[in-house]
């Protein structure tokens, strides 16, 4: 079960193609943003993706925190909950690059188990992509079901 979380957010959207570097662009912009406030991140940065197709996709970039900012976010910086109840957790190893087939067994597995998966999932990075070598990469991918 997914816990309420109150999360610092960017939205965005990106081709599959530009996805890593727009990604780390949307964090490193939330990231100013908390130093400024003071406030460290209360856990793992997440990607929540909205809407996706063939060609790309739509998402909220996020930032776990357990203080509200003494000033309010501005512009495209956004407060609000992240998805909350009932997910899957998958664990992906490995380069960003490779996550296509992380997601093609998420997908295996839903259709096997005839589980019915909300237009939603969520990325946890558990190391920094930014930081980390890609082939140590590690990522939870939580999928919400119904």
């Known amino acids: ?21 727009t990604l780390l662009d949307a964090f490193k912009a939330l990231n100013q943003y908390l130093d400024k406030q003071g406030i460290k991140p209360a856990g793992p940065a997440m990607t929540i993706y909205t809407q ?13 925190i357990a203080t509200t900012p003494k000033d309010p976010p501005r512009g495209d910086i956004a407060i609000g909950s992240a998805p909350t109840g009932k997910a899957l957790k998958f664990v992906h190893r490995g380069s960003y690059d490779a996550m296509d087939s992380t997601y093609e067994a998420i997908t295996n597995y839903l259709d096997d188990k005839r589980l019915e998966a909300k237009d939603l999932f969520i990325e946890e990075y558990v190391t920094d992509p930014a930081k980390t070598p890609a082939d140590k990469l590690v990522i939870n991918v939580y999928v919400p079901v119904n």
């Open 1 to 21: 079960t997914l816990p309420e979380k109150t999360i610092v957010f960017v939205k965005g959207q990106s081709t599959w193609d530009g996805a890593f570097d």
């Open 52 to 64: 996706t197709d063939d060609n790309g996709f739509k998402f909220n970039a996020a930032l776990p």
